[in-house]
């Protein structure tokens, strides 16, 4: 593997001839006894941690203020390159494209005086919705012991990212959430990696004060007009929430003759600098912002604090370095800078932050710090109690200080409510806290979970309590259409009574159970029991809507009650393939005898919109069948317009040109066990190539399953041997839109060989999980100009047509093989996932024209990158420059930087930044 380094100038960056030292950036940790304190050098206050560059846009405008106005220092963990995804602007892949996007990100975050960037190195896999499946490729518990030394190592005061919740999508995006709340809790901690706390480069442990991850920011009133934006902001939820005004000038000035027509020498706003850093990613797509921005007020909910802060009731909440009180700021309330103070709970059963109306439960007051004697007293909601206010004398060191809490009988259930505390001294001086708690019904029947539902509640349970503010999982399932699917619903008792009574279902049309109600036995305080119903689907053919709701209705008896929530059912097709009366022969047509089953229907649209009512895909259809241990597919595809035509090397990414996409779950288990596509087989084929070579014939490739990569080809990896593929489609012969790119006959055949030994696991031929998916791109050309673009504008067809079919094997439709019995020794468990040859994504073409291409950072940015170049390195001494013209030169001098970046001989790029100037 070649070493890279490279460099970067800017005005903010590296001259031959320049003196640069990098002493400032290599100062030695302690190695003595006494507590570790991250020096000046190395000390964070705001960081922040994203799973991917260009991720962490959002802070560039935020830490430009910060840094500016209060001498805030911010950082990012980058948990990955992003080597795995597509590069638009290049074809660099793996470790060298992760260190052109570091690079980008960078470049992106330099003016905003966000130069400390960690990268934890781990693997960029393909999309996909499970923080578990993260896990398995991240090396879960390395990560969080990077994760660690990070905050360790730096002392960040405040932490800012996703959420840890389902809702964030991604599951990189999901795990890295997590990291947040797993690291706080992993850096305060003597007993998680202590061996970062010992021995001659000894770490201590830090408490970060304040957590800015997956918290609400809705709400109304504050501006983005003028400072202090969020005075006046009240929230909807009950999150506090920081806000920044990005209108005010920053040190960047537009130069003579900018495309925005500004007076030259004027200052850029910090709106300005953060919409021209987000555009700073070419190998995105993203190239050079060339609008003019209008001040904003970016938002972030809080989430968890360990210092007293201000309420969104009180005036200096809307300051726009609210967000630092108590953490870097001293409160305003007075309290000295340091001061630890927050509330934890304590119900008499269940979690820490789940409780039952009318139930009393314990809430502490924490408190560390040197104060003065005074009082602490606890708001609760109307109708609740709560103890009485307690005496604090003189502190210097950490007390506790426990309250009663009732909540009203009438509090409703499943939702949040506030508790907050107020300390206050003798000497008027005082520290303001607050935490949510949520009241369930005292027995709660809950849909059983599954798969990354149940491993997501389970994490709440056991890892981050506190995150349970930001709500459980949702009820989630799917059943093929005229099937009967077991429904077990969990009974638990939150309460410290005995309960009894019964469980309901709702049901829909087109549904019946074996029961609409069962009683449930009585269960003792903190016990559960389940309840399982048998749910028939009556309908014949699937239904317009997919999804449908099935309302789960609880009683019980102390007091008389009932709770409820909502199962979200999804409808997936179903279909028996049986063995074909002649074997099919590869050759792009349907003979009789090879193809007898059931014409399926892929029609359905599930992502995308149609370009006009005759390009719909209405008509297509597919046939399955198998024979000598194969399955064989004949699909009809109905197309009005031919999309660009890929060459070999772009034969990956098969949303971004017309295809067709066959998802197969050989166990029909793969969301149960928390892998995802990951223990699948998915082939993704383009009908037709820009390929002489090999007539312009199809080409096929495997992505985002058990092992993705080049499937045919000059460039195949052999990961998906005997699979042959016939079309009938025929390239028009030109990416010009000049040229007529209707199909012949308004679509084409495509005919497919899947040798079952090709897949992850042996069939079972019960339950195959099933999906045919045809992805339909027309006019992909930019405004004015007439050549078609190798870009993801497609509509997606299905036949199971669900949002995120493709990554999401519990909604495909299921299949069974009618007669077939795999081979004895095939494994039943699929192979280990092999993501060690992502599908590079070749060629991607910029939005529009008007981007011009992929222009270098431009002299309209202000604060650009003057120049840069890269070098192979080998052992020994390499001297390394850059040519620069006087002006240039004398420019950096004054105020300039360096940014070295280099790839390890491990596939690492750490970096280091060198002020040029002698200032």
Same mark, same amino acid.
């Given at each position: ?7 970067l100038?800017t005005?903010l960056?590296?001259?031959a001839?320049l003196p ?5 950036a290599?100062?030695a940790m302690p190695?003595t ?6 020096d000046k050098a ?6 922040g941690?994203w799973?991917h ?17 209060y ?5 990012i ?5 992003g080597?795995g ?14 260190l052109r996007?570091e ?9 905003s005086?966000?130069?400390d960037?960690?990268n934890?190195?781990?693997v960029?896999?393909f999309?996909n919705?499970s923080?578990?499946l993260?896990?398995y490729f991240?090396?879960?518990q ?9 905050i ?5 005061e405040?932490y800012i ?5 389902l809702?964030?999508?991604h599951?990189n995006?999901q795990?890295?959430?997590r990291?947040?709340?797993?690291g706080?809790l992993? #850096?305060?901690? &003597? @007993?998680k990696f202590p061996e970062?706390? =010992? $021995?001659?480069? *000894?770490l201590?442990?830090?408490q970060?004060k304040?957590?800015?991850?997956g918290?609400?920011t809705a709400?109304?009133?504050?501006t983005?007009?003028?400072?202090d ?5 009240v929230?909807?939820g009950?999150?506090?929430?920081a806000?920044v005004?990005?209108g005010?000038d920053?040190?960047y000035?537009?130069p003579?003759?900018n495309?925005?027509g500004?007076?030259?020498?004027t200052?850029?706003s910090w ?5 021209e850093g987000r #555009?700073a990613? &070419? @190998?995105?797509s993203?190239?050079?912002? =060339? $609008?003019?921005? *209008?001040?904003?007020c970016?938002?972030f ?6 210092v007293p802060f201000?309420?969104n009731t009180?005036?200096?909440?809307g300051?726009?370095?609210a967000i ?7 409160d305003?309330?007075g309290l000295p800078?340091g001061?630890l103070?927050?509330l934890?709970?304590s119900?008499?059963?269940g979690?820490?932050?789940l409780?039952?109306?009318?139930e ?8 560390k710090g040197?104060?003065?004697p005074?009082?602490?007293?606890l708001?609760v909601p109307? $109708? ?6 307690q ?13 009663t ?9 499943n939702q949040?409510?506030k508790?907050?505390?107020?300390f206050?001294s003798d ?6 806290t607050d ?8 027995t709660e029947?809950?849909f059983?979970r599954?798969g990354n539902?149940?491993e997501?509640d389970?994490w709440?349970a056991?890892?981050?309590p506190q995150a349970t503010?930001l709500?459980r999982s949702?009820a989630?399932?799917s059943?093929a259409?005229?099937k009967?699917?077991a429904l077990?619903v969990v009974?638990h008792n939150w309460s410290s009574q005995p309960?009894s009574g019964?469980v309901g279902?709702t049901?829909?049309?087109n549904f019946?159970a074996?029961?609409?109600s069962k009683?449930y036995p009585?269960?003792?305080?903190g016990?559960?029991?389940a309840v399982t119903?048998q749910?028939t689907?009556t ?10 709701s099935i ?11 009932s709770?409820s929530e ?7 097709p ?18 009789p ?6 014409t399926?229907?892929?029609s359905r649209v599930?992502?995308g919109a149609?370009?006009?009512p005759n ?5 297509t259809t ?13 699909v009809?595809?109905r197309?009005d317009?031919q999309s660009?035509a890929v060459t070999?090397e ?14 197969l779950?050989p ?8 892998k995802?596509t ?6 993704g084929i383009f009908?037709?190539?820009?390929d002489?070579?090999g007539?312009?014939?199809?080409c096929w490739e495997?992505?985002a399953?058990?092992?993705q990569?080049?499937?045919?080809g000059?460039?195949s ?7 042959q593929v016939?079309?009938?489609a025929?390239?028009?012969g030109?990416?010009e839109?000049?040229t007529p790119h209707a ?9 497919v060989k899947i ?8 069939v079972d031929?019960?339950?195959l999980?099933?999906?045919?998916t045809p992805y339909?791109?027309?006019d992909t ?41 795999p081979?004895?020794?095939r494994p039943?468990?699929p ?6 040859n992502?599908a ?5 073409t910029?939005?529009?024209v008007?981007?011009?291409g992929y222009?270098?950072?431009?002299p309209?940015l ?5 120049k840069?170049?890269?070098q192979?390195?080998a052992?020994?001494v390499k001297?390394l420059?850059?040519?620069l013209a006087?002006?240039q030169r004398?420019k ?9 970046s280099f ?6 790029v750490?970096?280091?930044d060198v ?5």
């Amino acid at each position: 593997m070649k070493r890279t380094l490279v460099l970067l100038a800017t005005v903010l960056l590296v001259a031959a001839g320049l003196p640069a030292t990098t002493a400032q950036a290599q100062q030695a940790m302690p190695a003595t006894s006494t507590a570790y304190v991250a020096d000046k050098a190395t000390k964070i206050d705001v960081m922040g941690e994203w799973a991917h560059p260009d991720d962490d846009t959002s802070i560039i405008g935020p830490c430009g203020v910060w840094h500016q106005r209060y001498g805030t220092k911010c950082g990012i963990i980058m948990v990955t390159r992003g080597e795995g995804g597509g590069n638009s602007a290049g074809n660099e892949l793996g470790p060298e494209l992760g260190l052109r996007r570091e690079n980008e990100d960078r470049v992106a975050h330099y003016r905003s005086g966000t130069v400390d960037i960690f990268n934890l190195d781990r693997v960029d896999f393909f999309y996909n919705q499970s923080a578990p499946l993260t896990q398995y490729f991240w090396d879960e518990q390395e990560t969080l012991r990077r994760v660690t030394r990070v905050i360790r190592t730096t002392q960040p005061e405040i932490y800012i990212g996703f959420t840890p919740t389902l809702q964030a999508g991604h599951g990189n995006h999901q795990q890295t959430g997590r990291l947040i709340w797993e690291g706080v809790l992993a #850096a305060a901690d &003597p @007993t998680k990696f202590p061996e970062q706390l =010992k $021995g001659k480069n *000894a770490l201590s442990t830090w408490q970060v004060k304040k957590v800015f991850s997956g918290g609400s920011t809705a709400g109304t009133g504050g501006t983005t007009a003028a400072a202090d934006c969020t005075t006046g902001f009240v929230p909807t939820g009950l999150d506090t929430v920081a806000g920044v005004w990005t209108g005010y000038d920053s040190p960047y000035k537009w130069p003579a003759g900018n495309l925005q027509g500004k007076p030259a020498g004027t200052a850029k706003s910090w709106q300005q600098v953060a919409d021209e850093g987000r #555009a700073a990613y &070419p @190998t995105q797509s993203r190239v050079m912002y =060339k $609008g003019t921005s *209008a001040p904003a007020c970016p938002r972030f909910g809080m989430t968890q604090s360990f210092v007293p802060f201000q309420p969104n009731t009180s005036p200096a909440a809307g300051q726009d370095d609210a967000i630092l009180f108590g953490a870097t700021k001293p409160d305003p309330g007075g309290l000295p800078k340091g001061t630890l103070e927050y509330l934890t709970f304590s119900p008499s059963l269940g979690q820490q932050s789940l409780n039952v109306a009318g139930e009393s439960f314990q809430a502490t007051l924490h408190l560390k710090g040197s104060l003065k004697p005074g009082q602490a007293a606890l708001t609760v909601p109307p $109708g609740w109690t709560v103890s009485a206010p307690q005496h604090v004398g003189k502190l210097n060191g950490s007390k506790e200080l426990t309250f009663t809490v009732t909540p009203s009988a009438t509090a409703a259930v499943n939702q949040n409510f506030k508790i907050s505390a107020l300390f206050t001294s003798d000497n008027g001086k005082s520290g303001y806290t607050d935490n949510v708690i949520r009241i369930v019904s005292p027995t709660e029947g809950r849909f059983q979970r599954w798969g990354n539902w149940q491993e997501y509640d389970e994490w709440l349970a056991s890892t981050a309590p506190q995150a349970t503010r930001l709500g459980r999982s949702a009820a989630i399932q799917s059943m093929a259409v005229g099937k009967t699917l077991a429904l077990p619903v969990v009974v638990h008792n939150w309460s410290s009574q005995p309960q009894s009574g019964t469980v309901g279902l709702t049901l829909p049309p087109n549904f019946t159970a074996d029961a609409t109600s069962k009683p449930y036995p009585t269960v003792q305080p903190g016990a559960e029991t389940a309840v399982t119903f048998q749910v028939t689907n009556t309908d014949t053919a699937l239904p317009a809507t997919q999804n449908v709701s099935i309302p789960i209705t609880t009683t019980y008896s102390a007091p008389a009650g009932s709770g409820s929530e909502t199962l979200t059912l999804s409808l997936v097709p179903s279909t028996a393939i049986g063995k074909a009366a002649s074997t099919p022969v590869v050759d792009g047509v349907a003979m009789p005898g090879e193809y007898d089953g059931p014409t399926l229907d892929v029609s359905r649209v599930w992502q995308g919109a149609c370009a006009d009512p005759n390009d719909c895909g209405e008509g297509t259809t597919a046939k399955v069948t198998w024979s000598d241990d194969a399955l064989y597919f004949f699909v009809h595809v109905r197309d009005d317009y031919q999309s660009y035509a890929v060459t070999p090397e772009e034969c990956v990414g098969h949303w971004q040109a017309d295809s067709l996409e066959i998802l197969l779950d050989p166990r029909g288990t793969a969301s149960q066990v928390l892998k995802d596509t990951a223990n699948t087989f998915k082939l993704g084929i383009f009908p037709f190539t820009n390929d002489p070579a090999g007539n312009n014939g199809p080409c096929w490739e495997r992505d985002a399953d058990n092992h993705q990569g080049y499937s045919s080809g000059p460039l195949s990896i052999g990961n998906a041997p005997g699979v042959q593929v016939a079309t009938t489609a025929k390239w028009v012969g030109s990416n010009e839109t000049t040229t007529p790119h209707a199909y012949a006959g308004g679509g084409y055949d495509v005919e497919v060989k899947i040798p079952l030994a090709a897949l992850p696991a042996a069939v079972d031929p019960a339950k195959l999980g099933l999906n045919i998916t045809p992805y339909d791109n027309d006019d992909t050309s930019a405004a004015g100009t007439t050549t078609l673009r190798h870009i993801d504008m497609s509509t997606r067809l299905g036949w199971s047509a669900l949002g995120s079919v493709q990554s999401d094997p519990y909604r495909w439709g299921q299949a069974s093989l009618t007669g077939y019995t795999p081979p004895a020794d095939r494994p039943t468990t699929p192979a280990p996932p092999n993501v060690s040859n992502p599908a590079p994504d070749y060629g991607l073409t910029p939005c529009a024209v008007t981007d011009g291409g992929y222009p270098p950072w431009s002299p309209d940015l202000s604060g650009h990158v003057v120049k840069q170049t890269s070098q192979q390195l080998a052992r020994g001494v390499k001297h390394l420059s850059i040519p620069l013209a006087p002006a240039q030169r004398a420019k950096l001098a004054a105020d300039g930087r360096l940014l070295v970046s280099f790839e390890t001989a491990q596939n690492q790029v750490q970096a280091f930044d060198v002020r040029l100037s002698r200032r």
